[in-house]
T-cell receptor, first 114, second 114 residues
Framework: AQKVTQAQTEISVVEKEDVTLDCVYE???????LFWYKQPPSGELVFLIR??????QNEISGRYSWNFQKSTSSFNFTITASQVVDSAVYFC???????????FGTGTRLKVLA | DVKVTQSSRYLVKRTGEKVFLECVQDMDHENMFWYRQDPGLGLRLIYFSYDVKMKEKGDIPEGYSVSREKKERFSLILESASTNQTSMYLC?????????????FGDGTRLSIL
């Protein structure tokens, strides 16, 4: 069975703190894809990053970084020096090769306090 | 930039009504999806379509149908609305391909069934 677990339901941090959002996935496929999406209060999910299962390089984009570790089936997302505008619900998703479907986690609500 | 437009941000309907949710995308994407989002459950796929007039059931199709007569438009139909269909509905689109493709989402329709 395929599954995505985001164990952190809600996180609150003070502005400028670093914060890591956890994502653990389960799949028996050797080829798969991992995604992170941001859902601000406006409602639209915004695509942040995609990783395929053969690429374990970590990625950094500005204040965002992602740590993909196949050994622990994790794809964690870190925001450095958080800002109020980072407040949103963040979803991790797993895409299985040969299908159209994503398996979404239940999301982590991040609140960044000024 | 891909634009996915959902016809209504908020909608209130009565039990037993036939409800139409409309979604239009402007980037000639082949794939279109309907999800519902509920607290603690994340996003669950209702239906998706990979071509005009083609559709496949997702994880929770019961009580819903879809229509895709034109490539850019994907409609979700609640045949006889019930209170347990009160939810946030999200439409998405993606390029031809499978779950390796990022999906682009609309702003969502918050539907209340009274």
């Amino acid at each position: 069975a395929q599954k995505v677990t985001q164990a952190q339901t809600e996180i609150s941090v003070v502005e400028k703190e670093d914060v890591t959002l956890d994502c653990v996935y389960e799949t028996r496929d050797t080829t798969y894809y991992l995604f992170w999406y941001k859902q601000p209060p406006s409602g639209e999910l915004v695509f942040l990053i995609r990783r395929n299962s053969f690429d374990e390089q970590n990625e950094i984009s500005g204040r965002y970084s992602w740590n993909f570790q196949k050994s622990t089936s994790s794809f964690n997302f870190t925001i450095t020096a958080s800002q109020v505008v980072d407040s949103a619900v963040y979803f991790c998703a797993l895409g299985a090769s040969g299908t159209y479907k994503y398996i979404f986690g239940t999301g982590t609500r991040l609140k960044v306090l000024a | 930039d891909v634009k996915v437009t959902q016809s209504s941000r908020y909608l209130v309907k009565r039990t037993g009504e036939k409800v139409f949710l409309e979604c239009v995308q402007d980037m000639d994407h082949e794939n279109m999806f309907w999800y519902r989002q509920d607290p603690g459950l994340g996003l669950r796929l209702i239906y998706f379509s990979y071509d005009v007039k083609m559709k496949e059931k997702g994880d929770i199709p019961e009580g819903y149908s879809v229509s895709r007569e034109k490539k850019e438009r994907f409609s979700l139909i609640l045949e006889s609305a019930s209170t347990n269909q009160t939810s946030m509905y999200l439409c998405a689109s993606s390029l031809l391909g499978g779950a390796d493709q990022p999906q682009h989402f609309g702003d969502g329709t918050r539907l209340s069934i009274l």
